[in-house]
């Protein structure tokens, strides 16, 4: 097991689109294993493996107060989402320390393989639908500062780059 480093915007490669995990082996299963490490070592309740600079359709995520319900969804497709949505608070793990609000779906049923390369579909409502939502954006190379203002993404992206270079200096 490893903690991997994760990928901080305004970073470019967190702009690349993922493509479609082709199988599921000893590879992908010991980077399940390394993404959960790393969500869990971070806090975070998903990683999506855009974020540690593999651009491959897998997300980890883990919603429960006990922190010991992983759900693992490689491939991920949309099937349904409802009509209502909903504004939600979000952060992200390559956004330290920004939160903001985001417009998404209520609920979503998802399809996806799960880690054993078994075909799954999930049911979700509330913070997993959210961070379903936030993790496939990832996939496809999209942060969620970019569903705000340019005015407030720019300012994020210079508090970030500014945070960066002191780290640096440290
Ligand atoms: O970086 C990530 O993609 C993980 C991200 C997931 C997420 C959180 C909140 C809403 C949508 C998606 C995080 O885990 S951020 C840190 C966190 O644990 C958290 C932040 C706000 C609300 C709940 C949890
Ligand atoms: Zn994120």
């Known amino acids: 097991m490893?903690?991997?480093p994760i990928l901080r915007y305004?970073?470019?490669?967190l702009h690349t689109v993922a493509k479609p995990v082709s199988v599921v082996d000893a590879r992908i299963k010991a980077l399940i294993s390394d993404m959960l490490e790393?969500?869990?070592?971070?806090n975070g309740i998903g990683l999506a493996a855009t974020q540690i600079d593999v651009h491959e359709?897998?997300?980890?995520i883990d919603v429960s107060e006990e922190?010991?319900?992983?759900?693992?969804?490689?491939?991920?497709?949309?099937?349904?989402?409802?009509?209502?949505?909903?504004?939600?608070?979000?952060g992200c793990l390559s956004v330290p320390g920004i939160y903001d609000s985001v417009e998404r779906y209520n609920a979503v049923h998802v399809r996806a393989l799960d880690g054993q390369g078994q075909s799954q579909m999930t049911q979700a409502?509330?913070?997993?639908a959210v961070c379903i939502q936030h993790e496939m954006d990832h996939l496809v190379g999209k942060v969620f500062v970019e569903y705000l203002s340019p005015?407030?993404?720019?300012?994020?992206?210079?508090?970030?780059?500014?945070s960066q270079r002191e780290e640096l200096r440290r």
Request: aromatic share 4%; no cysteine.
């Open 67 to 90: 922190r010991d319900a992983p759900l693992v969804l490689i491939n991920p497709e949309l099937v349904w989402t409802s009509e209502e949505k909903h504004v939600n608070e979000e």
């Open 38 to 42: 790393t969500m869990y070592d971070a």
């Open 125 to 128: 409502d509330g913070l997993l």
């Open 151 to 162: 005015l407030k993404r720019n300012r994020i992206k210079t508090k970030l780059i500014k």
């Open 57 to 60: 359709r897998l997300i980890v």
């Open 2 to 4: 490893a903690l991997l």
């Open 10 to 13: 305004p970073d470019p490669r």
